[in-house]
């Protein structure tokens, strides 16, 4: 039942070397099939996960095995996430950017293209956030997770306030209300 703790060195080498290569599958394949899953997506999930896992433990099957791979697993996640925190070039790299699909009413079809998002796609999420004319949107950006937002353009002649909070200094360890 338990497996050989010989293995497990080589059950961590293996589990993160697969955790990257689905990083960068995945990274490669865009960002718009991690969004909302399909039945085809989720399918893929499934298999893919059944497909890496002899290549994690190798002959190892045992519960010892699978729980230093899941544990693995979390660690270069968490590890993983700390070191984009910090590093923002790596963050474009694993995360992506996000593209502008519309600006200023203008759909921009070589984005469009290049994320694999069809016009009626678009046309749905924009209806999805209550604006009827493709016209009225001010941007539409496709974000690192996978959805769509719209941002739509302000109405001509009304000019929209913003009211910044005042400002809070402190000065001898008392806060004071600059107005």
């Known amino acids: 039942m338990i497996g050989s703790l010989a293995s497990l060195p080589e059950i961590i080498l293996r589990s993160t070397v697969v955790y990257l290569a ?15 899953l399909t039945i ?7 298999l893919v996960s059944n497909a890496v896992q002899n290549a994690m433990v190798g ?9 230093v791979a ?3 697993l979390i660690l270069i996640n968490v590890t993983l996430t700390k070191v984009i925190f910090k590093n923002e070039n790596l963050g ?8 502008l699909l519309m600006s200023r009413g203008v759909t921009l079809p070589g984005n469009l293209a290049r994320e694999d998002i069809r ?3 678009l046309e749905e999420a924009i209806r999805e956030h209550g604006i009827s004319d493709t016209r009225s949107v001010e941007t539409a950006v496709l974000e690192l997770d996978g959805s769509i937002s719209i941002i739509a353009r302000e ?9 910044l909070p005042p400002i809070q200094k402190r000065r001898r360890g008392r806060r004071i209300n600059q107005n």
Do not use: M, N, W, Y
């Open 92 to 99: 474009k790299i694993f995360k992506g950017v996000p593209t």
């Open 40 to 46: 085809i997506d989720f399918t893929l999930v499934l």
């Open 119 to 121: 016009q009626d796609e």
């Open 59 to 67: 002959t190892d099957s045992s519960l010892t095995g699978g729980i």
């Open 155 to 163: 109405k001509e002649g009304v000019h929209k306030q913003h009211i």
């Open 70 to 72: 899941a544990i693995t």
């Open 22 to 36: 689905l990083i960068i599958a995945f990274r490669v394949a865009g960002k718009r099939h991690i969004s909302q």
